[in-house]
T-cell receptor
């Protein structure tokens, strides 16, 4: 059974800092790895999707990497802003469209 | 714009009552999913559907049922609500391979079972 872990559970950084969020998964036979953002009281918004054949994906200030062999993915946020404050979730898909989620990292960016 | 909506957004019910949560998507996606989100557990899959008349059990399906009579809707029914089913419920949809696998989520339904 796939297990997805995100460390740390919470992170507080000053505005402008670059930061890395970590995600690990136990079964490397994944189809893709997805990163989502969740604001308080809201649904999830997709940020980046990395196919198993890819090493990384970029969108604006966000860069996600995938290392299947080690069972790890990272989300890099450059020049953090207060508007980046949210909970970030990673999810692994095994090939049946079903996602296994980590519990998330709650990010606070302090002005 | 295409979207996915859930109703009601908030619901209070009593133990033993039947409750149905609605999910409607205008993406014309084949795949639809129901998750529950609880502190300490994250998001867990309840049921999912790959198309009309198709339904499948997820990780935490006991006490829940779904039906898919058209592409747009996947209602979730709690047959006899229990306090353990107090949670936030999210519906999601995605397309087939080649059409984009990203899941699009609804805003959630907050359910309280007293």
């Amino acid at each position: 059974k796939q297990e997805v872990t995100q460390i740390p559970a919470a992170l507080s950084v000053p505005e402008g800092e670059n930061l890395v969020l970590n995600c690990s998964f136990t079964d490397s036979a994944i189809y893709n790895l997805q990163w989502f953002r969740q604001d308080p009281g809201k649904g999830l918004t997709s940020l980046l999707l990395i196919q198993s054949s890819q090493r990384e994906q970029t969108s604006g200030r966000l860069n996600a990497s995938l290392d299947k062999s080690s069972g790890r993915s990272t989300l890099y946020i450059a020049a953090s802003q207060p508007g980046d404050s949210a909970t970030y979730l990673c999810a692994a898909e095994a090939g049946s469209y079903q996602l296994t989620f980590g519990k998330g990292t709650k990010l606070s960016v302090i002005p | 714009d295409a979207e996915i909506t859930q109703s009601p957004r908030h619901k209070i019910t009593e133990t033993g009552r039947q409750v149905t949560l609605a999910c409607h998507q205008t993406w014309n996606h084949n795949n639809m999913f129901w998750y529950r989100q609880d502190l300490g557990h994250g998001l867990r899959l309840i049921h999912y559907s790959y198309g009309v008349q198709d339904t499948n059990k997820g990780e935490v399906s006991d006490g829940y049922s779904v039906s898919r009579s058209n592409t747009e809707d996947l209602p979730l029914t709690l047959e006899s609500a229990a306090s353990s089913q107090t949670s936030v419920y999210f519906c999601a949809s995605s397309d087939r391979r080649g059409g984009g696998e990203t899941q699009y989520f609804g805003p959630g339904t907050r359910l309280l079972v007293l």
